[in-house]
């Protein structure tokens, strides 16, 4: 069936009426040909009794009187009848008074039935007898043999007239063909022609022209419909696809000005990190090299003072005194400025240090002031950090230093502590003291940045801000916890690895 399949439209249309007509024929040829064939001995009989019966009442008088020329005169008139093969008229004692024969046909008798009455039928021929009578008085009887020629001619005209109509059905049926083609495959062609030029040429506002309200209108309504709602999304894509264009070009811009920012922040940041170097640097000879003129002016004052105080007044001493204050704050200043622009330009290589060992030596240099005050420092267990052990002692004089001289009438107690946190050590330095107030929490850690006066607690505010720098070149960070009058506790990471577990 597959190349039915493949054919057009037009000749599937033309094959199908050809083959339901010709189909239609014959089985009504074959019909009318069996039903020919059955009825045909039958009604042929009934034509010979009546034909039997004409003859025999001619033939009743020849019998009477035992004229078998007459007889066989009557018979020879059944010449006019080419299907009868003969005929016999038979006397009452059933003996033959005359036959006929049609010319050419062997000579044979008809045994007549008793009582001349009955009918014979053979594959080739078909027999039949009847009495004849007079009056109410049976004289004799006669019989006719009938063939099927007839039949035969009759079915031959059959088969060339139906043999005219199948041809006339043909062509008949190539006309409707045609006409379904006109209205089936036409439409369809149509359709598959607008369709293709669609996809091609892609404009969807084309629409294919409905002729008819069967199933091919139908088609065409959803073609077209289909086509309505292509073109929609078609035109909703192109609209999409020209936000979305503008949207990729807006954001190359912002991407390009990102850039350009980045690249002016890169350049900055370098800037900024050169001047930050240079500054310490500066910061760093600035101090160093101030401190010898400085040691002078205080070395010299005081020699000033010591050599002339017998000549000198009381105003003049106590200036002096003050110069010898203001020169030895200047010196501390410097001092910690000095260690400060130590801390990013002067810093160590990191090596594994045991914490324990850092804050036991702190405490040991921060003995006189710890003995002076009272205070207590305890500490857990602290770990083995990668670090620059002088900064990281350094970090915990200062903090260790703060909770001495932050403290209130009662005696300091400073407690040290570290856990693992993630990534980290978090240690903790917490004390008794006076405490912050938590808004200054942050500003604390600012260079030159005091919440107290000289004369309450003396300072540079320069400690915490060092504590910060030391954290951060660690990797930490580091805040205060406190409240004020409750103690103040100071938290700062340092970030660890498996190798230096410790405790
Ligand atoms: P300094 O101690 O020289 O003033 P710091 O940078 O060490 O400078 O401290 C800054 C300020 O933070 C101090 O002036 C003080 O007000 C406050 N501070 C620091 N440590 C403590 C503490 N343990 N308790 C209370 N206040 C503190």
């Known amino acids: 069936m597959h190349w039915f399949k493949d054919i057009s439209i037009k000749r599937k249309l033309t094959g199908i009426v050809i083959v339901t007509s010709t189909a239609a024929l014959l089985l009504a040829g074959a019909a009318s040909f069996i039903y020919e064939r059955l009825t ?26 035992n004229d078998d020329k007459t007889a066989a005169e009557t018979l020879s008139a059944l010449q ?9 008229v038979y006397r009452k004692d059933s003996t033959v008074l005359a036959s ?3 010319r050419g046909e062997p000579l044979t008798t008809l045994e007549a039935p008793k009582g001349f009455s009955g009918e014979n039928f053979t594959p080739s021929y078909v027999e039949v007898f009847r ?21 035969e001619e009759r079915l031959w005209a059959y088969g060339q007239a139906g043999l005219v109509v199948l041809c006339l059905c043909l062509l008949f049926a190539l006309g409707v063909a045609g006409v379904l083609q006109r209205v089936v495959s036409l439409p369809i062609l149509n359709l598959a022609r607008i369709a293709r030029g669609i996809s091609e040429e892609h404009d969807y506002s084309k629409r294919a022209v409905k002729d008819t309200r069967d199933e091919i209108g139908s088609l065409v309504d959803s073609f077209n419909n289909m086509l309505t709602q292509i073109e929609a999304r078609d035109s909703a894509l192109i609209h ?43 910061a760093y000879v600035a101090s160093h090299d101030l401190q010898e003129p400085l040691r002078m002016i205080t070395g010299y004052t005081q020699l000033l003072a010591k050599r002339y105080h017998d000549k000198l007044d009381e105003t003049a001493a106590e200036f ?14 410097i001092n910690d400025l000095l260690t400060y622009s130590r801390v990013g330009t002067r810093g160590k290589p990191f090596a594994w240090a045991q914490c324990d060992k850092i804050l036991g030596d702190t405490i040991v240099s921060l003995r006189v002031a710890i003995e002076e005050s009272g205070a207590t420092v305890t500490h857990d267990a602290l770990p083995t950090v990668l670090c620059d052990e002088g900064q990281l002692g350094q970090l915990f004089q200062n903090l260790l230093g703060n909770g001495i001289k932050y403290r209130d009438s ?3 107690r400073i407690y040290v502590s570290c856990r693992r946190e993630g990534p980290n050590w ?22 030159f940045q005091r919440l107290h006066t000289r004369d309450q607690y003396p300072g540079t505010g320069i400690g915490l801000a060092v504590c910060k720098k030391i954290v951060e070149r660690h990797g930490g960070k580091i805040w205060l916890e406190s409240q004020l009058g409750q103690g103040a506790t100071f938290y700062f990471t340092i970030p660890a690895s498996q190798n230096a577990e410790g405790g």
Not at 248 to 253: A, F, I, K, N, S
């Open 320 to 333: 002096i005194g003050y110069a010898v204050d203001g020169a030895k704050r200047m010196q501390g200043l």
């Open 131 to 151: 009495p004849i009578s007079v009056g109410a008085e049976k004289v004799g009887g006669i019989g006719l043999r009938s063939d099927l020629r007839a039949r």
């Open 80 to 88: 006019a009848m080419p299907n009868i093969v003969m005929a016999q």
């Open 426 to 447: 978090l240690f903790s330095v917490k004390d008794n003291g006076i405490g912050v107030d938590p808004r200054y929490a942050e500003r604390i850690f600012v260079i």
């Open 410 to 412: 009662t005696a300091p």
């Open 100 to 102: 006929y024969l049609r």
């Open 40 to 65: 045909f001995p039958k009604n042929l009989s009934h034509d010979l009794a009546s034909l039997a019966g004409v003859v025999g009442s001619n033939s009743a008088a020849a019998i009477i009187f």
């Open 240 to 282: 999409a696809q020209g936000e979305l264009e503008q949207r990729v070009r807006d954001l190359q811009t912002e991407v390009d000005e990102r850039q350009r920012a980045e690249k002016g922040l890169a350049v900055k940041t370098a800037e900024l990190q050169r001047s930050n170097a240079e500054l310490e640097q500066f």
